[in-house]
C-alpha cells in the first residue's frame, strides 16, 4: 500500500504564508496525480489545485494567485505553498495521490489520502 504523511499546517494571521508538504511512501511504482483537497467544518471536502506527473496544474479559483503547488517526482512529494491566507482558508487540509505500487511481482493501482493537517488563519 501507499500512506501520505502531510506536514507543515498551523495558525497564521490574515495576510501570513504558509506550505504544507505531502510524501508519499511505499512499494510505488508509478504516481500520476498528487493534489490537495480542504474540507471546513460544516462543509464538503473541495479540491484546491492538483498537479499531474507531467506537470500540469489545477486550481479552484478561489486560490489561484494565492497558492502554487508543486511535485518533486523524484521524492514522490508535492508541496503546497499558500500566500495572502484569507479567514476562509481555514480548513482541514488532506493530500491525494493515485497511481500504481507492487507486490512482488505484480502490479496494483492506488488511491491514497493523508491524515490531513489544520491550517486556521485569523483574522
Known amino acids: 500500500q501507499v500512506q501520505l504523511v502531510e506536514s507543515g499546517g498551523g495558525l497564521v494571521q490574515a495576510g501570513g504564508s504558509l506550505r504544507l508538504s505531502c510524501a508519499a511512501s511505499?512499494?510505488?511504482?508509478?504516481?500520476?496525480?498528487m493534489g490537495w483537497y480542504r474540507q471546513a467544518p460544516g462543509k464538503q471536502r473541495e479540491l484546491v489545485a492538483t498537479?499531474?506527473?507531467?506537470?500540469?496544474?489545477n486550481y479552484v479559483d478561489s486560490v489561484k494567485g494565492r497558492f502554487t503547488i508543486s511535485r518533486d517526482n523524484a521524492r514522490n512529494t508535492v508541496h503546497l505553498q499558500m500566500n495572502s491566507l484569507k479567514p476562509e482558508d481555514t480548513a482541514v487540509y488532506y493530500c491525494?495521490?493515485?497511481?500504481?505500487?507492487?507486490?512482488?511481482?505484480?502490479?496494483?493501482?492506488?488511491?491514497?489520502w493523508g491524515q490531513g493537517t489544520q491550517v486556521t488563519v485569523s483574522s
Open positions: 498537479a499531474a506527473s507531467g506537470g500540469r496544474t
Open positions: 491525494n495521490a493515485d497511481g500504481q505500487y507492487y507486490r512482488g511481482t505484480l502490479y496494483y493501482p492506488f488511491y491514497s
Open positions: 511505499g512499494s510505488i511504482s508509478r504516481v500520476n496525480a
